[in-house]
């Protein structure tokens, strides 16, 4: 493997402050060499990551520069866009994501996502978290009271709707809803939860409460987070990446990754710490 | 050749060179692989073990035709990673064949209800086509055409007459109609406020969802005699079938023309009104115009609509067979000489009927033909 | 100067858009108030569940409302499932492409094909052809050619009106396509797609030169799907046209309209409640 046998240090275009993992076992997803094309344009390319398992990644970058389309290879969502192409290994839990015959829907079952715009069902709250297990069988109703109702605690939204689970997810409040959502993908017990700008469309006091979540589960989850709030990356994060288009039409590359403390306070790319320290984006 | 390359060929060192075959092989398997995204039923999936277990012993078709076919080792997901030394084995569940199966089968039986629009449509043309083609033989084609004269019991089967007094129906409709549809539209769309919106829409939705005979019989109750006071004779004749054909018309086009505004978007108002240009300037010189091919569509989907309506006309047209002779002179047309005569219509004047109705059908394929160029018109001019 | 005539031309314009939408209102009123004075006065127990007799058709007009509602019902059940799930097709699996090009083409030509001609289709097609006798069966195969293509547009808007982050939502936990289209989209559409479908329910009680020549004209009672009978439509055509019977053509004209507007207000009422229950 050319990969594993080259120098990690100067993999790619990408400066990474803690080296790469040599065994595919040692990260839950291990990407190496990935491009990324939206029919013709390559939006991204060669990007080289570990994400090690039961701790927070979070990509950051200005707006546009492929974090999220990064984040949606991970699950395959990119699929449900027409004519979107995957060039690279992209391995999760040493499987190969895009290998010949692979099941989506099983992988997302196990790499959950959340998205920007809170989107619960219109159904109501108890449908909601109740979605994923039936779609697995579970018919039994005092098992399924038994995950909507830790999966809802899990999520710390338990507390403000036990006593109306059979209202309409969409009655909630933005930043219930999203932690609706959460309790959602927590209920089907993904390994992986992906989220994309989660906190972007809702209030402060509800981002707090996401947060001290995130921190609650990661040591049964392994999170991804992508925020364009480089303060929250640094409050919610183990792990940094940081994404960055430079010129327009061109490719966005993966410029630097590493541990969260690393990249914040001591980064090596020089492009890196002109967008922590705010030259641009 | 970088575009096209597989992401496993790029994945993979691979020491000796690619031929051709291959390359395409490794392609084709990747549009496999889409083709059976989100069509596999998480229902139908067993563990992990019987997934390898129901592909045991079976070597996928690319395999097979790669040559890569070991006969006792059990194809699976161990597969992967055959070109890579030692690249350790993964646990992603395949897509199993049941799933594979059972979701085909659900897309099979949509698209088959998606082709029954395609057989319907087919069918009624090919049909009425052949139930009309003696008309060839036994009136000639330039006879039926052309002829001026339609008598069943002379054996005159001429369907000029009805030919022009459908166009003179329709185009008098349209005249009245169309204008006043595209203000109604324009008004719904641009002067109204939200309460007053909420009224006329209602209102040109119901006008809709009248029935075409009672239209029909209003004319007949209403306007006809109201014609008649006006004009003399009978008051059934163009000029009723053009106030009512008017009326019936206006909200298929004033629907489709406010859909057509309201696509527009608001900034080009906007950008308008802040160069001091009053209401009026601005829907005339910004907003009709942007929405010009809309409102095209909308007058020719309008047209169709008059062109086939039958009860409606049937009963105020005064169904004479003769050409147009003046606004209030009797006349008929393609679709109420049909509902006419079918009743009793024998031998070759019910071949001509069903001529008449292979015409008609053409009419109004061609209306919706033209429709779909002018949009795709529009998008070249757009785009 | 030239600012004043500016503003003259404005209000003149404008005003004349008010006089277009007065007149597409007025015009509602006028067949509405029309039908509604003329023919609430007829509007008796007696004319809605009796049989007309004598020459004149004197008496009720109870076995056309029933064929009118049976044929509709018929080609309902016939048109629906089929139109629902080639829209499902067209908003959910097609891919852009030369076979949904000529579908969506031969639906917008079905919708146009001019409702005499799908009669004369349908007369010689199950009829003559098939053997089939002038019949609601007949009738509603025929109908169901017309409202075809009407349910597929409702609904398939109905489901592309469906957020696509909710689609997401659903494929992201691990859900099929399948799973996602008749767990969450289909119920998300619903309330689009029953209003749809009454309205399309309107358009056909409403639909004579189809069943004129595929149902019958004598009127019957009809209990099996080939027994004939006799449409309101067709009943207010004859009474209208042979003016033998006026008040009851009016009171025809104001049930058959009625039944519309009932129709009309039950598909708002059900989009309003639908929306209330998720709020």
């Known amino acids: ?281 | 050749m970088s575009d096209e390359t597989n992401r496993d060929l790029s994945a993979y060192p691979i020491e000796e060179p690619l031929s051709e075959e291959f390359v395409e092989l490794e392609e084709f398997r990747h549009e496999e692989g889409e083709l059976v995204d989100y069509q596999s039923d998480s229902d139908d999936l067993g563990t992990l073990d019987e997934a390898v277990e129901e592909d045991g012993g079976r070597n996928s078709f690319v395999d097979v035709l790669i040559g890569n076919v070991d006969a006792d080792a059990p194809v699976g997901i161990d597969d992967q990673f055959v070109l890579g030394e030692e690249m350790p084995t993964g646990k992603l569940q395949l897509v199993t064949r049941q799933t594979q199966i059972k979701e085909f089968t659900l897309m099979s039986i949509f698209f088959a209800c998606a082709i029954v629009a395609v057989l319907g449509v087919t069918l009624i043309f090919a049909f009425v086509a052949y139930k009309a083609f003696p008309i060839f033989t036994e009136v000639g084609i330039g006879n039926f055409l052309t002829g001026t004269e339609w008598s069943g019991t002379e054996g005159l089967f001429g369907i000029v007459p009805f030919i022009v007094g459908s166009f003179v129906v329709t185009i008098g409709a349209l005249v009245i109609g169309a204008p006043l549809a595209v203000m109604t539209a324009v008004f719904m769309s641009e002067l109204a406020s939200p309460k007053i919106r909420s009224f006329v829409r209602p209102a040109v939705e119901l006008l809709a969802g009248i029935p075409s005979v009672v239209y029909g019989f209003f004319g007949v109750v209403v306007v006809a005699p109201f014609i008649a006071r006006l004009f003399g004779g009978v008051g059934f004749g163009p000029l009723t079938a053009w106030i009512i054909l008017a009326i019936m018309i206006v909200p298929t086009i004033a629907t489709l023309t406010e859909d057509a505004l309201g696509a527009i978007p608001m900034g080009i108002r906007e950008a308008s009104f802040a160069m001091g240009a009053n209401q009026w300037q601005t829907i005339y010189k910004v907003v009709l115009p942007a929405a010009k091919l809309g409102i095209i569509d909308a007058i020719i989907l309008g047209m169709g609509r008059a062109i086939g309506e039958t009860m409606a006309v049937l009963m105020v047209v005064g169904n004479a067979p003769q050409l147009f002779a003046g606004i209030t002179a009797p006349i008929s047309t393609l679709t109420s000489q049909i509902v006419l005569d079918m009743g009793y219509a024998t031998g070759t004047q019910r071949t001509a009927l069903f001529g008449m109705a292979a015409i008609l059908f053409l009419i109004s394929m061609s209306l919706v033909l033209f429709v779909r160029l002018l949009s795709r018109f529009g998008q070249e001019m757009s785009g | 100067m030239s600012l004043k005539r500016d503003q003259m031309v404005n209000n003149f314009a404008l005003s004349l858009f008010w006089i277009a939408a007065g007149i597409t209102v007025a015009a509602l009123f006028t067949i509405i108030i029309y039908v509604v004075v003329r023919g609430i006065g007829v509007i008796t127990p007696t004319f809605v569940f009796t049989w007309p007799h004598g020459v004149n058709a004197e008496g009720g007009i109870f076995p056309t409302i029933i064929s009118s509602i049976y044929v509709t019902g018929l080609a309902m059940l016939i048109a629906t499932p089929i139109a629902v799930l080639a829209a499902v097709y067209l908003a959910e699996y097609a891919k852009q492409g030369i076979a949904v090009k000529i579908i969506r083409f031969a639906a917008d030509s079905l919708a146009s094909v001019p409702s005499i001609v799908m009669g004369l289709f349908g007369f010689a097609f199950f009829i003559e052809a098939f053997g089939l006798p002038l019949s609601m069966l007949s009738a509603a195969l025929a109908l169901s050619l017309l409202m075809l293509p009407i349910i597929m547009r409702t609904t398939e808007e109905a489901i592309r009106g469906v957020a696509r982050y909710i689609r997401w939502g659903s494929y992201g936990m691990g859900a099929t396509k399948w799973q996602t289209v008749s767990r969450v989209v289909i119920p998300a559409a619903m309330p689009r797609i029953i209003t749809g479908l009454i309205l399309a329910m309107g358009r056909a009680i409403g639909e004579t030169a189809v069943v004129f020549y595929t149902m019958g004209q004598a009127i019957n009672l009809p209990a099996i799907p080939t027994d004939s009978g006799r449409a309101m439509p067709i009943h207010l055509y004859l009474l209208a046209v042979e003016g033998i019977n006026m008040p009851a053509a009016y009171g025809t004209a104001f049930l058959l309209m009625a039944l519309i507007f009932i129709f009309n207000l039950i598909a708002r009422l059900i989009a309003r409640r639908y929306k209330k229950l998720q709020e």
């Open chain 1, 1 to 281: 493997m050319v990969v594993l046998s080259g120098d990690v240090e100067k993999l790619g275009p990408t400066s990474y402050s803690e080296p790469l993992v040599e065994n595919p076992a040692d990260a839950t997803f291990y990407v190496r060499h990935l491009n990324f094309w939206y029919g013709d344009f390559n939006a991204l390319t060669d990007v080289s990551l570990d994400v090690r398992k039961h701790a927070i990644t979070a990509f950051i970058g200005p707006s546009g520069c492929g974090k999220s389309t990064f984040l949606r290879c991970l699950n395959r969502m990119n699929d449900l866009i027409a004519g979107t192409k995957v060039e690279g290994t992209l391995l999760f839990d040493q499987a190969d994501i895009y290998g010949s015959g692979v099941d989506p829907v099983d992988l997302r079952r196990r790499v959950g996502m959340i998205f920007q715009q809170p989107n619960p069902f219109p159904q109501s709250i108890y449908d909601n978290v109740a979605y994923g297990p039936r779609l697995q069988g579970i018919r039994n109703k005092n098992e399924l009271d038994a995950i909507v109702e830790k999966s809802l605690d899990k999520a710390n939204l338990w507390k403000e709707v036990k006593g109306i689970l059979n209202k309409n997810g969409l009655a909630l409040s933005g930043g219930q809803q999203q932690r609706l959502c959460i309790a959602r993908v927590l209920a089907v017990q993904p390994e992986v939860i992906l989220m994309d700008e989660p906190c972007s469309a809702i209030d402060p006091t509800s981002v707090q409460k996401i947060e001290d979540l995130m921190h609650e589960i990661k040591d049964q989850v392994t999170i991804i987070i992508v925020t364009h709030n480089m303060q929250q990356a640094a409050r919610v994060s183990d792990y940094t990446s940081f994404f960055l288009q430079e010129i327009a039409g061109e490719p966005a590359i993966l410029v630097e990754s590493g541990p969260t403390s690393e990249i914040f306070t001591n980064p090596i790319d020089q492009r890196t710490e002109d967008y922590i320290t705010g030259r641009f984006g």
